[in-house]
């Protein structure tokens, strides 16, 4: 489906700041929805593009997003297409160590808007408990809960040595979870590298360096010509 006009149309309205942080966009290319701040399109791996954002970004343009691609002839139904957290909120919370889960699962935590049977597709993988013990060393029960445990056991400095092993673990899972997917799979790396980086200063030390890691700033590209929603 082509949007490559949307994201070239700058006439369209503009609202607030997007709240999807650049630093989960590392290391992929992109480039902004104009008029819709927070969403991005980036590569799908199969054929065409997708699009990045936070949750409640996602929610707050699906709508008009569908409604865009309709008069530009790109007939989709809205309740085929659903929001994915790209690292899933009870794994999420397992590496909370500032204890932010309620206000990142909605506002910061990148998500991909996907179809429906791809969605149930990783829920299937990841909402197991025989994926949990791929990567936990414990399973608490509630994932606020997990979150909250998560803080305390990072202001404790005699559990350091172990929680840079979760993130390992998490890192692999969803490396694994997303192996056909190099943009997913960069999404996923760039929020577990942000919590390696939060462990780090709480140690005062280097823990985890990912080596394959970009340094600088999200690279943007030009608005692409075509842009398609891809299943």
Same mark, same amino acid.
């Given at each position: 489906m082509d949007a490559g006009p949307l994201l070239l149309d700058h006439s369209l309205p503009r609202a607030r700041a997007p709240m999807l942080p650049n630093r989960y966009l590392l290391g992929i290319d992109w480039a902004p929805w104009a008029g819709k701040p927070g969403i991005y399109a980036v590569r799908h791996y199969r054929a065409g $593009?997708?699009?990045?954002?936070?949750?409640? =970004? &996602?929610?707050? $343009?699906?709508?008009?997003?569908?409604?865009?691609?309709?008069?530009? &002839?790109?007939?989709?139904?809205? &309740?085929? $297409?659903?929001?994915?957290?790209?690292?899933?909120?009870?794994?999420?919370? =397992?590496?909370?160590?500032? &204890?932010?889960?309620?206000?990142?699962?909605r506002e910061e935590l990148p998500c991909v808007l996907i179809h429906k049977q791809e969605h149930i597709a990783y829920n299937q993988l990841l909402h197991i408990n025989e994926t949990d013990e791929m990567f936990r060393d414990a399973l608490p029960a509630e994932t606020a809960e997990r979150s909250r445990a998560a803080a305390a056991e990072a202001r404790n400095r005699t559990n350091h040595p172990r929680l840079p092993e979760r993130l390992r673990n998490l890192d692999a899972l969803y490396q694994h979870a997303s192996a056909r997917d190099s943009v997913l799979q960069r999404v996923a790396r760039n929020a577990i590298q942000h919590h390696l980086a939060r462990l780090r200063e709480r140690v005062g030390g280097k823990v985890i360096q990912d080596a394959g890691a970009r340094r600088g700033g999200p690279r943007r590209r030009s608005p692409p010509l075509a842009a398609r929603l891809g299943r």
């Open positions: $593009w997708r699009y990045l954002c936070s949750y409640r =970004d &996602g929610q707050r $343009w699906k709508g008009s997003i569908f409604e865009a691609l309709r008069r530009h &002839g790109q007939a989709e139904r809205p &309740g085929d $297409w659903e929001l994915h957290h790209v690292v899933e909120g009870q794994h999420y919370a =397992d590496i909370d160590f500032s &204890g932010r889960l309620a206000v990142a699962y």
